[in-house]
């Protein structure tokens, strides 16, 4: 089957560094997506990882191993606006977009 | 760029109505989009994906007289909560795809979030 793991829950401290990881197993793969969602609303998009390597955007980066069906979301100088839930996800070979849990970060002051 | 706009952001309605929900691509054509229901703390559910101009394609259990789906244009696809019932309560979130790629990110709409009293 295929499947998406990544943590429920973490915890991190105003301005200091988290990194969120996700695992995959998927049938084939054709990128890997990150997503935000803050309570109540609707996810938008984070970054989007197809090559391996790591993919910076201010201060989130995101990084990829394909061999080893790894990512993982890293956050710098952590906001308290960065309170939210951290979505992975995945397209398989038939382009279909296969989604985790989400891993919910509590900041604190 | 890559705007969708969802319409109505709430609804509050009685048990057995039905509701409408539209998903607009504002500044991108869109042959398909997507709809997703999340239920308080649960991770994103894909409901059904919609194609342009043909049938919705729905996931297993998710029933297609309930909620019918219309893609009648490049840049709308509506959803249609038939007969809704309180346990049809829910944050139903569409989103769409630039193009006719298959690769590449989905863009969200804002959500609506629907109580069926």
């Known amino acids: 089957g295929q499947n998406i793991d990544q943590p429920t829950e973490m915890t991190a401290t105003e301005g200091a560094i988290v990194q969120i990881n996700c695992t995959y197993q998927?049938?084939?793969?054709?990128?890997l997506f990150w997503y935000q969602q803050h309570a109540g609303e609707a996810p938008t998009f984070l970054s989007y990882?197809?090559l391996d390597g790591l993919e910076e955007k201010g201060r989130f980066s995101s990084f990829l191993s394909r061999s080893k069906g790894y990512s993982y979301l890293l956050l710098k100088e952590l906001q308290m606006k960065d309170s939210a839930s951290y979505l992975c996800?995945?397209?398989?070979?038939?382009?279909?977009?296969?989604w985790g849990a989400g891993t919910k970060l509590i900041i604190k002051p | 760029g890559a705007v969708v706009s969802q319409h109505p952001s709430r609804v509050i309605c009685k048990s057995g109505t039905s509701v409408k929900i539209e998903c607009r691509s504002l500044?991108?054509?869109?042959?398909?989009m997507f709809w997703y229901r999340q239920f308080p703390k649960q991770s994103l559910m894909l409901m059904a994906t919609?194609?342009?101009?043909?049938?919705?394609?729905?996931e297993q259990g998710v029933e297609k007289d309930k909620f019918l789906i219309n893609h009648a244009s490049l840049t709308l696809s509506t959803l249609t909560v038939t007969s809704a019932h309180p346990e049809d309560s829910s944050f139903y979130i569409c989103?769409?795809?630039?193009?006719?790629?298959?690769?590449?990110?989905?863009?969200f709409g804002d959500g609506t979030r629907l109580s069926i009293l």
């Open positions: 989103s769409a795809r630039v193009g006719q790629v298959d690769v590449g990110p989905q863009h």
């Open positions: 500044d991108f054509q869109a042959t398909t």
């Open positions: 919609s194609n342009e101009g043909s049938k919705a394609t729905y």
């Open positions: 998927t049938s084939g793969f054709n990128g």
């Open positions: 990882n197809v």
């Open positions: 996800a995945v397209t398989d070979s038939n382009y279909q977009l296969i």
